[in-house]
């Protein structure tokens, strides 16, 4: 009786370390899978100086022009250190919304991957060196569109 | 280990509306300081926000964010008491992680 009341627990031991085990192996597997996911940035695309070469660096050949993307930045910075900038995309399965200042040392401001369920619309605030066109970017069904609009900065956010 | 970020997730009719703060330095690696070095870039290069083991928005980021960046966006499928949470990666490897309960 003794005897089977061990062989119980020590069953059971057993299928309890192997639980934990496999939920050990799924935490390190998700873990490993965030840090990859992380790590994934696209240092050729945000090294590059203009609209072309950024559009290249990101896998697209041309960029069309697009009402469908409105971006809402001010008329004129005051900071060029913090200027907010919003972008609503209206075109159907937007896969990625970049943000592009084409004056500042390198294009590409940031990038943002919307998944199927997210609303293709971000805001954010971005630096800007001197007064610029601000560029929407929206890439769908691996097209890329454009959208722009000059903010006017009076004082620099890079450099000082 | 940076500061948290102040994260605010409310439910609305027509989604889950996420407003991010964090609280990061952003250096471009243009600037000087006063003896005229290169200041060394260091900035938040990837965020990413999940939401139920889904993750509803990644960022990559370049220097031209903001110091202290902010990030507003929206998604489906949330609803009142979930849990979101948000991770960053900087430039040098460090990370922060900070939750939110959808409001």
Redesign the interface.
Known sequence: MQRENKKTSRREFVQLSGMLGALVAIGMLTEQE?LA??????KAA?ETKNLNDTIKALGGAAVAESKDIVLTVPDIAENG???PV?IASKIPGTQNIYVM?EK???T????????A???P????????GQTSNVLAVVKSNDQFFVASKEVKVTLG???? | MPDPMRIRANALPD?VDVRVLMSHE?E?G???DGTGNVVPAHFI??V?VVHAG??????????????N?????????GKKGDEVTV?W?DSKGE?RTDKATIA
């Open positions: 965030a996911q992380q790590q994934a940035w696209n945000f250190a913090v200027v919003a200042v500042n040392p390198n590409l401001a940031a990038g943002f991957s919307i998944p369920g997210t609303e619309t971000i805001s954010t605030r971005i630096k800007m956010g890079c450099g000082g | 989604g952003m471009t243009q600037r000087k290069s990837n990413t889904k993750t509803v928005l990644s960022a990559e980021w370049g220097p031209a964010i903001s110091k960046p902010y990030l507003q966006f929206k998604f489906q499928g991770t990666v990370t």
